[in-house]
Every structure is written in structure tokens, then in C-alpha cells.
């Protein structure tokens, strides 16, 4: 007997329901035989290679299945059970519920599976990848699939592949050109580097990647009108065209806060191509600074007689000293009419593309960054900018196109 009630299963055995119920039946039909119920369970369990414990419990329960005991039935026991898996599997469901409310909130009535995989990789390691894949409309050899698209990306559609490859082109795009393209600049870049794609594709990437071009803000009034001075005429009358270059220049400039105060910067345009042909960063608005860009447009230029010079109404631009400059030089003044930014359109429009695309986009210490920044901008946008006007090319380009159609009709002629 000694020997019997050593007898050990390995705790953790699992047993067959044929064998419990054996093991309970027997116990039952031959209890009578032993002095009492424990022996008979000490004995019928050594031999049949289990734990007198483990049969014990088994006596317990079928006798509470029998009524001769006091507590919960087995399929009392498997209801609650049940009821408890119910329970926690309701409330798993309801946190997942409450966290994809928030998370789809920007979206509509179906999210995008995009959406819903990055949902389900943020949560799968406290939930689960099946549980969340019930609750939302994705099944989960869907996530599967894309999750193994995302390791082996010969794995993934053409499209996807495709999006990659434009997203990398687009970003360089962007960034070389200083971060201010939008869909459209970079659109007709992608286009002259021989890519063919739609607007509308590169609107989408460039949303998804959070890309946009810069928008302009509103101006600041700087002309100070001197009404003692004489005015010249307006010789341009809004039309801001050219036939060649040299022919109609535009001049105005705007400010920059520092650090230190106040810098101004003026720029000298030339109409045909719309390239910046003189510019100068000054920490005050007198005369000299407004002279310096003009000479600068001389020097490089050279203009042959008959340039017209347009202004808007600025002390600075109807002073003796810049009056004699042009007149030195054989080029006509012209001034626009006083309080209509539409008369020096042009001079404006150049004001608001430096302003929304340099001065507005970080803070400025000192006049000498700016001034190198301005210098960088300005280099850029006559060799690189795309403008609209020019048929999407810059205006260096726009001028060598000119100047090699007048060459040809020379020697044509």
C-alpha cells in the first residue's frame, strides 16, 4: 500500500475522457470494498498511473454532477467558462473598437488598407493580428500579404513599385529646388527629365509624403512717395511683355527682418525672360542701395539704347541721382501710377515668389545671411526655376532659346 500511495504522474498529464470516466466508475462501484472512500481513490489511481490528487478531484466533481455534493456542475463549470471568454473577448473587442474610432476618424466609411495595416502593426502585439482583422474590414491573409510585400519588394504590384520609384524623383525634385515646388513645378520638372506621369499622381504621392510648395503672404507696404519730385510717364501702361531681352526692365524691392533690424533688398528684372539682372541687400532704403542693383543690371547687360526702366512711385527710384544714372546710360524711365500694385505687377510678382520662398522660411540673423541666401535664390531661379509665363522653362534657358533663333534667322537670312 505504501508503494501504491507513492505512485506519481508528471504534473501537467492530460487524460483522456474515456480514462477519467473509467477511473471515476471504477471508484464508484468498488468503494465498498475498501475501509474507505480515500483508500479506494488511493489505490484505483496508483494503478492506473495517476495522482490520487488529480482522481480525487474527479470524484468531487462527479459527485457535484450527481447532486450528492455541494457546488457548481461540470456544465455549469464550462457555462461560466464560456461566459468568461465571452466577456473578455467583449471587452478586447470594445478597446479595439474605441482605438480605430479615433485612428480612422479623418477617414470614410471604409478606411484605406493602408490605414488599417499600419492600425494593425501599431496593435497586433497586445491583441492580436486575427482578433483586430474581425473587427475591421480586412481579412488577415490581406495584412499577411502586404506585411510580406514590406520584406521582399520584388513581392509588391506594379504600382507600388511604380509610387517608389516617383516618390524617390519627386523628393529630389523638391529639394533641390529649395523646398518650394508644389505639384505643378514638380510635375513639369518630372516632365522635362523625360518622366511621364500624371499631375495627378504626383498630387497624391506628394500628399502622402507630406511635400507642398510655398504659398505667398500678404505685403507690406515700403514706397514712400515724394511729391515734390517730378514723375516721369508711364510708358508701360500694364503690359508687361517684351519682344527681346533688354528691352523693358522693372525695378522695386521689399524688406527682411533680422535680428539686428530691417534689410531691404532691391531687384532689377528683365521683362522678356523675367530674370533677376541686378539685386542688392542693404541694411538701409536710401538711394545708393537701389543704385548699386541698377548698375549691376548696367554691367552685365549692357542694354543698346532704347531700354525702357519701370518703377513704382519710391523716392528712392525718382531721385536726381538715379534719374541722371538712366538718363546717362540712354535708357528711359517710366513710373506707374501712384497706390496700384498692378502697375509695377511684374517688379511685385518677383517681391512675393523671394519672399514666400526665402524670407518667410526660417529666421535671419544678420544683413550677410541674407544676403547669401539672396545670392543662392537668385542664382537658382534664373538657371533652374520653372516659370509658367516661359512655357515651364527658366529664364537663362528661355534667353538661350532666343539668342539661337537669332543666330539661325541670321544665317538664314
Not at 480514462?19 to 468503494?31: C, W
Not at 455541494?70 to 457555462?79: D, I, P, V
Not at 507630406?210 to 510717364?233: F, Y
Request: charged share 30%; aromatic share 8%.
Amino acid at each position: 500500500m505504501e508503494s501504491e500511495g507513492k505512485t506519481r504522474k508528471p504534473t501537467g498529464t492530460r487524460y483522456s475522457d474515456e480514462v477519467r470516466e473509467r477511473a471515476i466508475r471504477m471508484v464508484f462501484e468498488h468503494q465498498h470494498e475498501y475501509q474507505t472512500q480515500g483508500a479506494a481513490i488511493r489505490s484505483i489511481a496508483s494503478k492506473m498511473g495517476m495522482s490520487r490528487e488529480t482522481l480525487r478531484n474527479w470524484i468531487i466533481q462527479a459527485e457535484r454532477d450527481r447532486g450528492q455534493r455541494a457546488g457548481a456542475t461540470t456544465s455549469e463549470l464550462a457555462r461560466l467558462k464560456e461566459l468568461e471568454r465571452e466577456n473578455r473577448e467583449l471587452r478586447t473587442a470594445n478597446e479595439i473598437l474605441r482605438k480605430a474610432s479615433a485612428y480612422f476618424a479623418p477617414g470614410g466609411a471604409r478606411p484605406p488598407i493602408e490605414a488599417m495595416i499600419a492600425f494593425i502593426d501599431e496593435h497586433r502585439d497586445v491583441y492580436g493580428i486575427e482578433p483586430i482583422c474581425r473587427l475591421l474590414p480586412i481579412a488577415p491573409s490581406t495584412y499577411y500579404r502586404h506585411a510580406g510585400r514590406r520584406s521582399d519588394p520584388e513581392q509588391w504590384p506594379a504600382r507600388a513599385r511604380r509610387d517608389a520609384e516617383l516618390k524617390a524623383l519627386i523628393r529630389a525634385i523638391w529639394e533641390e529646388n529649395f523646398g518650394v515646388y508644389g505639384v505643378r513645378k514638380v510635375w513639369r520638372q518630372l516632365l522635362r527629365d523625360g518622366v511621364k506621369v500624371a499631375r495627378c499622381t504626383v498630387a497624391r504621392l506628394m500628399k502622402v509624403m507630406g511635400l507642398e510648395g510655398v504659398r505667398r503672404g500678404r505685403r507690406i507696404k515700403t514706397t514712400q512717395r515724394d511729391d515734390a519730385v517730378p514723375c516721369p510717364l508711364d510708358r508701360v501702361k500694364r503690359q508687361f511683355r517684351a519682344e527681346r531681352p533688354n528691352a523693358l526692365w522693372v525695378a522695386d524691392f521689399t524688406y527682411c527682418w533680422t535680428w539686428s533690424g530691417f534689410v531691404y533688398v532691391a531687384f532689377v528684372t528683365d521683362v522678356f525672360a523675367r530674370r533677376i539682372v541686378g539685386w542688392r541687400v542693404s541694411a538701409s532704403m536710401k538711394t545708393d542701395f537701389v543704385l548699386d542693383a541698377l548698375n549691376q543690371a548696367l554691367h552685365d547687360r549692357q542694354p543698346p539704347p532704347g531700354l525702357i526702366h519701370h518703377s513704382d512711385h519710391g523716392s528712392q527710384y525718382l531721385s536726381i541721382r538715379y534719374t541722371e544714372r538712366l538718363v546717362d546710360v540712354g535708357v528711359e524711365p517710366s513710373v506707374g501710377t501712384v497706390g496700384d500694385s498692378y502697375d509695377n505687377a511684374l517688379a511685385e510678382t518677383i517681391n512675393g515668389l523671394y519672399k514666400a520662398e526665402v524670407v518667410h522660411r526660417r529666421s535671419w540673423r544678420t544683413l550677410q545671411d541674407v544676403e547669401l541666401a539672396t545670392l543662392e535664390w537668385v542664382h537658382w531661379y534664373n538657371h533652374h526655376r520653372l516659370l509658367g509665363p516661359l512655357g515651364y522653362v527658366s529664364p537663362a534657358e528661355a534667353e538661350e532659346v532666343y539668342n539661337r533663333n537669332l543666330v539661325r534667322s541670321a544665317r538664314a537670312a
